[in-house]
């Protein structure tokens, strides 16, 4: 009964964990797409549009950075815990840019600067 027991609770924890994962990495995804779809909306509406969004400072409890992978065309959204989850943006004339937990405590604005879309805390 006492191995019964324990293979139950080892299966729980394991499962927990996977769900605690999954909702993390889905978190993360959201962040991804919300903040691709305000790049592509300041790109789209023109040089003198910028937009101001709010993104949380933590997933799952975890700190997290979000950059950009120029070449791919792709944000990292990469967790402190080592999970990583990328995102497309249509918009290839973006400035290289770090979000991390210093930027992350601000609204986060994205902005025309000459001809490239900047991405940083104001």
């Known amino acids: 009964m006492l191995i019964i027991s ?18 993390s990495n889905w978190e993360a995804k959201i962040i991804g ?8 909306t300041v790109y789209v509406n023109g040089a003198k549009f910028s937009l101001g969004i709010e993104l949380p400072e933590s997933i799952g409890g975890h700190q997290y950075k979000v950059y950009l992978d120029n070449l791919k ?11 990583i989850v ?8 973006i400035k290289n840019f770090l979000l991390d937990r210093e930027n992350l405590k601000n609204k986060i604005e994205i ?5 490239q879309i900047c991405v940083g805390a104001r």
Request: glycine fraction near 6%; hydrophobic fraction near 40%.
């Open 6 to 23: 324990a293979s139950f609770l080892n299966l729980y924890e394991a499962r927990k964990k996977s769900a605690e994962l999954l909702g």
């Open 33 to 40: 797409e919300k903040l691709a779809t305000a790049i592509d």
């Open 73 to 83: 065309g792709q944000l990292i959204i990469e967790s402190n815990d080592g999970e």
């Open 86 to 93: 990328t995102t497309t943006v249509v918009c290839k004339n």
């Open 111 to 115: 902005f025309w600067e000459e001809s």
